[in-house]
């Protein structure tokens, strides 16, 4: 694989019921981001991790938990999914924190929750 | 609060120069990120200005004023495959990224 891969890549989901989105790189960046783009809104930030054991939260981080065990992998849970958490999210990575770092963006996990 | 403001939807003719307007306001700034999304697919990145003035690459040119909060992005020279949502995104002083809702250009022939 080559840069960033996200499982899966799209998925309608019952409410109340527990999913986890996958994603995965390969380039060895240290920080990894989860956002949600929603139409007629700007990519909001979920939660973040700088490098391997450390996560952050974002703007909107409530209803979802991260984890960081390694440093290519960076699954985002939705623990009892709902309707409002219908979005497509993106998963993406950089080198590190520096601002001229770019972010690279994986293709998305269409997912809807009814 | 923070926020970003561009326009929802532009649209150019193939061929032409196009410029796509960006205001932000941001608690502290470290810099302006331009990134094109074509429908369906991930934003891919074009361009970082952290500076005043114009950075040109190719076809497209980001400008900056953080005086005035202000950036655009110029293409030039459209071609059909430019049609796409260009997302302006300002980093803040927690070096996150707070970003517009992106506009829509549409190209015609």
């Known amino acids: 694989i080559a840069g960033i891969t996200q499982a899966p890549t799209s998925q309608i989901l019952a409410a109340g019921r527990r999913m986890t989105l996958r994603c995965t790189q390969d380039m060895r960046h240290n920080a990894m981001y989860w956002y949600r783009q929603d139409l007629g809104l700007g990519l909001r930030l979920i939660h973040y991790?700088?490098?391997?054991?450390?996560?952050g939260k974002g703007e909107v981080p409530d209803g979802y938990s991260v984890s960081r065990a390694n440093t290519d992998d960076f699954p985002l849970t939705l623990a009892s999914a709902v309707p409002s958490q219908t979005s497509v999210y993106f998963c993406a990575s950089s080198t590190g924190l520096a601002p001229s770092d770019t972010q690279y963006f994986g293709p998305g996990t269409r997912l809807t929750v009814l | 609060g923070q926020n970003i403001d561009q326009p929802t939807e532009m649209t150019a003719t193939e061929g032409a120069i196009v410029q796509i307007n960006c205001t932000y306001q941001t608690s502290g700034f470290n810099g302006l990120f331009w990134y094109q999304q074509h429908a369906g697919e991930a934003p891919t990145f074009l361009s970082y200005?952290?500076l005043d003035g114009l950075e040109e690459k190719g076809r497209f040119s980001s400008f900056l004023s953080r005086s005035k909060g202000y950036s655009y992005l110029l293409l030039k020279e459209l071609q059909m495959k430019d049609s796409a949502s260009y997302l302006c995104a300002a980093m803040d002083s927690n070096y996150q990224l707070i970003w517009g809702a992106g506009t829509k250009l549409i190209i015609k022939p």
């Open positions: 991790s700088n490098t391997a054991g450390t996560t």
């Open positions: 200005n952290v």
